[in-house]
Nanobody
């Protein structure tokens, strides 16, 4: 699976952005798709995840209630809608897909098999 991420950019605090993560080569069927972020000097942090089959969603504590992950089966794309952005959301964001993700490994970056390119999000105060 090849992942093509798009979106991101510069936004003021309180604003919104939307990311897309599109699959090429095959669909996301059987995969869990996750979004991670990494700020300078910090570890990669789990943001959100979605089961392509079934659609269960999961969120990191810091984004619950503000971010929404969703999927479009026809477009083979996963979206991350980010609302009420804060300066602490500033980071490089990555999408990833894993075929053997269980609940305990949702936030474990090495458990994911494929990664898209990182995209910068900068939230100004």
């Amino acid at each position: 699976v090849q992942l093509q991420a798009s979106g991101g950019g510069l936004v003021q605090a309180g604003g919104s952005l939307r990311f897309s993560c599109a699959a090429s080569g095959r669909t996301f069927s059987g995969y869990t798709v996750g979004w991670f972020r990494q700020a300078p000097g910090k570890e990669r942090e789990f943001v959100a995840g979605i089961r392509w089959n079934g659609g269960s969603t999961y969120y990191g504590d810091s984004v619950k209630g503000r971010f929404t992950i969703s999927k479009d089966l026809a477009k083979r794309t996963v979206y991350l809608q980010m609302n009420s952005l804060k300066p602490e959301d500033t980071a490089v964001y990555f999408c990833a897909a894993g075929s053997r993700i269980i609940l305990s490994t949702l936030g474990d970056a090495p458990s994911y098999d494929y990664w898209g390119q990182g995209t910068q999000v900068t939230v100004s105060s």
